[in-house]
């Protein structure tokens, strides 16, 4: 039973993720592309839900459709609409074939690629016992301790960036100044 | 239990979609969002392979993408308020100093 | 020219008052004692409160019952007036003082005794703005202001008074309060019990 | 079958929880505007039904047949969707809080929630916060300048109060052990998680004060300066939601997951746990108290500024919400 919900939630939510996905894409209107894209994380979210990996489920949601996409949402509402075509024409003939050969690669890496030999830390008996949550941080917080303190780092260096590079400058009027 | 490559064949997909996004928009902001659409399908395709291995670093990754999505989030926009106060517009086809 | 302003320090929290919250607690204390006193509002289409005496309300006619003042007496001889009549003599001295004299329609005619009597009173209240210099400018106390302040109506037609409405409302009002001492609340004591006690310094 | 049994079963569940929250918030509307007018000295409803208690449905019946107006120049899809967007959050956070332990009624056991999922908490302050979006499409959409700075105000908060909302959050988990909001309960058995963790609550107290633009932090509706804020230009039930999603519902739930982080959820009070009162008469009673704590500071205090409230957030609330962190580390390391 849970199998079949679990293909049920699989189609759904992709067939929805996609369609938002176009409507990034193509929309005209910026706001709508904005919507989609929420939707189209939110879809992303359930399919984690319907792997198993509810953790970073949770986290998309709060995260990435929350807490990310805001900052678009504030910009767009600071920048006036957008005047002149949403998509070219011309650059959608180029894009086609790119696209065309960047699924074909990437099939080719996914069905062909060298990970199918590789096993994980966890086996599924033990990740079912720990639960997901546990097991990620787990891993987070002992192999991968160093690279998280350099992620918040990042984030730090991206936070000083934003205001230095997003703040007014104050010119000082020389008139007034005399 | 749907089969991963399914999973796979959905993150390429969007993959796609991305790619294509961001070759065809013509607004800076559309640019932008297509990206956190190509994040998001490498995000799909992490947990995928962690599905099939029985493992969850691919989902520690996918924190680390968390991480860079909000810092190119906000550095990205923090250059498009930049560039929008300078030009008064967010048009790619206007910023076109750098052309000979 | 430039507006000067002036900008007054506000008096500074202590580190006590900033870290318990003291100024929510003090303003949270009343609501709450608030809360549990009574209500003092009136649920007013069904208790009315009866205003003060001074109170400005829809126009009456004071009847001559024997109560006049004397200018009334000198007056009373030109005039054809029974008991239980209006007092009105007609001199159009309200509408003088009125501020929108148009609302006002009075008429009198001549008896063939010589005598004057009063035909008409009609007000238009969708003009009246309550101020009371009608009723001040009358010589034989006649127009007055009752306490009636319910004056809705559907109709334009509704809100033009006649002189025995007027009548008949200034012996209703009569009646019930004549003899009321003139003051502007109706009962101090409520008053005190609400807002408090005043105070007068003591020299 | 086995299949669509459980969805129509879960589906009812799910029914029965979202129209008692509709009845409870229509009456939470009713014990609000009680508590205000007696407040003000005044007795508030009082006329349809006993004390007015058939007024929320008055209510309910004068929004639901109104003239529904949409203006001239609003983005009619978004108009739309902004009212639903507010709503829907906040009446799906429901769907991880438990209201009790599971109890037997004629051999049937039943669950007093829909899903005890091993991430409630973490869902729960997803859908909190994705219901920003409606009050931000909601100034967007309207076209008008008076709902968007009021949705802008309300982005500008949300995001400070957010972070000390989650921070001041880490103090149960690390003490439980758990997301599961149930485990967290369970885990309050010998004493509550209040304890320690005095710091979070306060930090818990304003962020919800703040998410739910309850008075000290309603910038984002400001009346005395933004007309109505954010919902300006809407009209009906389309403008009942809002002040139904943000002052009702999601209060009531964020109290809800308040009492369950801090004050032992279902668990009796201290030295009251002989009295024969089921756990979830308990529940009900904190949230309860809980909610009319924020109805008596809504009703009590002037509101911020912008800056105030941002300031309030970055430089008091959330160092507030690390030290808070830090004593409750110190307090699972001595006492354990």
């Known amino acids: 039973m849970e199998q079949q919900l679990t293909v049920w939630a699989f189609y759904t939510f992709s067939a929805l993720a996609v369609l938002s996905a176009f409507g990034v894409v193509f929309f005209k209107n910026i706001i709508y592309a904005v919507l989609s894209l929420i939707s189209t994380l939110i879809m992303v979210s359930g399919l984690f839900f319907a792997m198993g990996a509810e953790l970073i489920g949770g986290l998309q949601i709060l995260i990435y459709a929350v807490a990310i996409v805001v900052f678009y949402v504030l910009v767009i509402s600071t920048v006036p609409e957008f005047k002149g075509n949403s998509v070219d024409p011309a650059y959608m003939l180029v894009s086609l074939p790119i696209g065309f050969i960047l699924f074909l690669e990437l099939a080719y890496v996914s069905i062909y690629g060298a990970w199918q030999s590789n096993v994980g830390l966890f086996t599924n008996e033990v990740i079912k016992e720990v639960g997901n949550i546990k097991a990620v941080s787990t891993l987070l917080f002992t192999k991968y301790l160093f690279p998280f303190e350099v992620a918040s780092l990042i984030l730090l260096v991206a936070m000083i960036g934003a205001i230095v590079i997003g703040r007014k400058s104050h010119v000082i009027d020389e008139e007034e100044a005399k | ?100 | 020219m430039a507006v000067k302003i002036k900008y007054l320090e506000r008096p500074k929290l202590t580190n006590k008052e900033r870290i318990l919250f003291i100024d929510f607690i003090k303003g949270m204390q009343i609501t709450i004692k608030n809360f549990f006193k009574k209500t003092i509002t009136t649920a007013y289409p069904y208790e009315k409160l009866t205003p003060p005496k001074r109170f400005r309300g829809t126009h009456g006619h004071r009847i001559k019952d024997g109560k006049e003042p004397p200018s009334f007496k000198v007056l009373e001889k030109f005039l054809e007036i029974k008991d239980g009549e209006s007092r009105c003599v007609a001199c159009y001295m309200c509408q003088q003082a009125c501020p929108v004299p148009e609302l006002f329609k009075i008429e009198a005619e001549q008896l063939p005794n010589g005598k004057k009597r009063l035909k008409r009173f009609d007000m238009n209240l969708l003009n009246c703005m309550y101020c009371g210099l009608c009723t001040e400018a009358c010589p034989v106390d006649c127009i007055i202001m009752t306490d009636e302040y319910e004056t809705a109506s559907y109709t334009r037609a509704n809100c033009v008074i006649h002189l025995d409405d007027m009548v008949e409302r200034a012996k209703d009002y009569d009646k019930r309060r004549f003899n009321e001492p003139d003051r502007i609340w109706i009962d101090d004591k409520e008053r005190s019990k609400l807002w408090g006690q005043i105070k007068w310094s003591n020299n | 079958m086995e299949l669509l049994g459980v969805i129509v079963g879960i589906s009812l569940k799910a029914l029965i929880f979202i129209i008692g929250m509709f009845l409870g918030a229509a009456y939470l509307t009713w014990i609000e505007r009680k508590f205000a007018g007696h407040i003000q000295q005044r007795p508030g409803p009082l006329h349809v039904g006993y004390h007015g208690l058939l007024q929320p449905i008055a209510d309910a019946l004068k929004v639901l047949t109104k003239e529904d107006l949409v203006p001239d120049g609003v983005d009619k899809f978004l108009f739309y969707l902004a009212s639903l967007m507010a709503f829907v959050p906040a009446i799906m956070i429901l769907a991880v809080v438990p209201f009790g332990e599971p109890f037997n009624i004629f051999g049937l056991e039943i669950k007093p929630y829909i899903t005890d999922l091993n991430i409630a908490l973490i869902l729960a302050l997803a859908f909190g916060s994705i219901s920003i979006y409606g009050v931000i499409f909601a100034g967007w959409a309207s076209n008008s300048k008076y709902p968007m700075i009021g949705g802008l105000r309300k982005a500008a908060v949300l995001i400070g109060y957010e972070v000390a909302l989650g921070f001041a959050m880490v103090g149960p988990i690390m003490q439980a052990g758990s997301f599961s909001l149930k485990e967290i309960v369970e885990a309050q058995s010998s004493y509550w998680f209040i304890i320690p963790n005095i710091l979070g609550f306060v930090v818990i107290l304003f962020a919800i004060l703040a998410e739910t633009g309850r008075t000290p932090f309603d910038v984002q509706e400001a009346e005395a300066e933004l007309v109505s804020g954010y919902n300006t230009e809407y009209t009906a039930m389309k403008f009942g939601l809002f002040p139904l999603a943000e002052w009702y519902i999601a209060t009531f739930v964020l109290s809800a997951i308040a009492v369950i982080l801090f004050f032992g959820g279902w668990q009796p009070f201290p030295l009251l746990g002989w009295l024969p009162i089921p756990g979830i008469v308990w529940f009900f009673i904190k949230v309860f108290a809980l909610f009319m704590f924020f109805l008596w500071v809504h009703w009590t205090l002037p509101r911020y500024r912008v800056d105030q409230i941002t300031e309030l957030a970055w430089k008091v609330m959330l160092p507030l919400a690390l030290a808070n962190i830090f004593i409750v580390a110190l307090w699972v390391i001595i006492v354990g």
């Open chain 2, 1 to 100: 239990m749907v089969p991963y490559e399914y999973y796979v064949a959905l993150s390429g997909l969007l993959m796609v979609l991305g790619l294509v996004g961001i070759i065809v928009r013509r607004n800076l902001i559309a640019m932008l969002l297509s990206t956190e659409l190509m994040l998001n399908a490498v995000n799909i395709a992490f947990v995928a392979f962690d599905m099939k291995v029985g493992d969850v670093s691919g989902q520690v990754f996918v924190f680390f993408i968390l991480t860079i999505a909000a810092a190119e989030a906000a550095i990205g926009l923090g250059l498009i308020m930049a560039i929008y106060r300078l030009k008064k517009d967010v048009n790619t086809e206007t910023i076109t100093e750098l052309k000979l």
